[in-house]
C-alpha cells in the first residue's frame, strides 16, 4: 500500500480544525511525532536537539517528511519548567530520557528564594521558544506547531521530588498550594511568550494519575490549576489544549473534560468506547494503541489490528477522535510500526468509514 494511493485532500492543519470544530473531513487525524526515529535516519545525534534549536526544527521536519508526522512540536515537556525554576535535569547520552537529578526545593524556605523564571532566559526554556519560531516560519501555513507543558501538578513535584510533595499534600495542605501556584505562574510564564509565536498547547500532567493519587486529592490539588492553566491557554491562543494523563483515568474523566481541554489524551489502560459515552460530547478524544505491548513489541500487522480496534470504538464520537498511542512513543519502538499507525489513519480512518467491512 504506497502513500500515494491515499492522497490527502486536506492539510494537517485543516484536518484538526475541521476536527475540532465539527466541520466535514477527509480522514482520522493521526498524532504521534516519531523524533527520535527521525533523527536516527537524517544522521542527527538526539542529544545534540537539548541544545539547539535548529536541531529541533531540523528533526521536526524530517518527522514530517518521512513519516508524514501530522504537527511539529517543541518545547519543556515533563522537566523544562521545573529545570527553568531551578532543578537539575540530566540528559543522558544514550537512548534513556531526561530525568531530574536534584530537586530546587527541599525545604519549605526554599520556596520564598525562587522567583518565576524568564523564559527568554532560564533553562533550555530560549531554546524551545527558538525551535517553535523557526518551525512556525517553516511549516506553520500547513502544520500545527504544537508546544508541550507538564501540569502543574507535575511541575510542583518535579520541583519538590515526587514523595515530599505527595506527603506535602497530607501534611502540609498550605505549602503545597502555594506550591502549585508558584508551578502554574512559572509555566504561564512561558506559555505566554510560546502563545505570541502561533502555537497550539498540549499539556501532560503524569504525576496527577490516579495511579499515584485519589480522586479527591486531584479535585483538590491538580483541578484548580490545571482549570487556570487551560483557561489562559484557551484566551491566549484560541484553542483549548489537550490534556493527557496517564493510567486509569476513569474515574476524573469529567473533570478532566471541566478543565476545559479540547482533547483528552487517554491511556491504554481506558476503553475509549467508554470514554466515548462518558465525555464525547464535551471533548474530543485522542488514543490508544498500546505503546509498549503493540508499538514497541508487536509487527507492523499488530499495530494496524489495534488502530482499526480504536477507530471502531471512536471514530464517531461527537466531539471527534484522534488516533494515537495511549502514551509516549517508545524511542526504539520499530519504524515499520510508526509507518503502519500512520497507514492505519489513512486507509482505514478515511471516509466514508465503515468497521463492518473490516472483517
Ligand atoms: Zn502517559
Known sequence: M??????????????IEAVLSGKPF???PCSINPHYHAAKLIGVNHWDCYFSAEKVAEVQLASHQIFGAEAVIAGPGLHGIAEAAGSTVVYPKEENSPYISE??????????RLTVPNPW?????????????ILIDRLGTKVPVTTNVAGPFTVAANLRGTEPFLRDLYQNSEFAHRLLHYALESTLAYVREAAKTGVKISIADPTASTSLISPGHFYEYAFPYLEKLAGQIKSLTGSAPSLHICGNTKKIWQHMADTGAGILSLDDTVDLAAAKITVGSRTALLGNVKPTATMFLGKPADVLEEAKEC????????K?????????L????????IHALFQAA????????????WN
Not at 477507530?311 to 461527537?318: C, I, Q, S
Not at 517508545?330 to 510500526?337: G, I, L, Q, S
Not at 482505514?348 to 468509514?353: E, Q
Open 2 to 15: 504506497t502513500k500515494s494511493s491515499y492522497a490527502d485532500e486536506m492539510t494537517p492543519k485543516e484536518r
Open 26 to 28: 477527509d480522514r482520522i
Open 103 to 112: 530537586f530546587a526545593i527541599r525545604e519549605e524556605g526554599d520556596l520564598e
Open 121 to 133: 532566559v532560564k533553562g533550555h526554556l530560549p531554546i524551545h521558544l527558538s525551535a517553535l519560531q
Open 311 to 318: 477507530l471502531r470504538k471512536a471514530y464517531d464520537n461527537p
Open 320 to 328: 471527534g477522535y484522534i488516533l494515537a498511542l495511549g502514551c509516549g
Open 330 to 337: 517508545p524511542m526504539k519502538a520499530p519504524v515499520e510500526n
Open 346 to 357: 489513512r486507509e482505514f480512518g478515511r471516509y466514508p468509514i465503515e468497521p463492518e467491512s
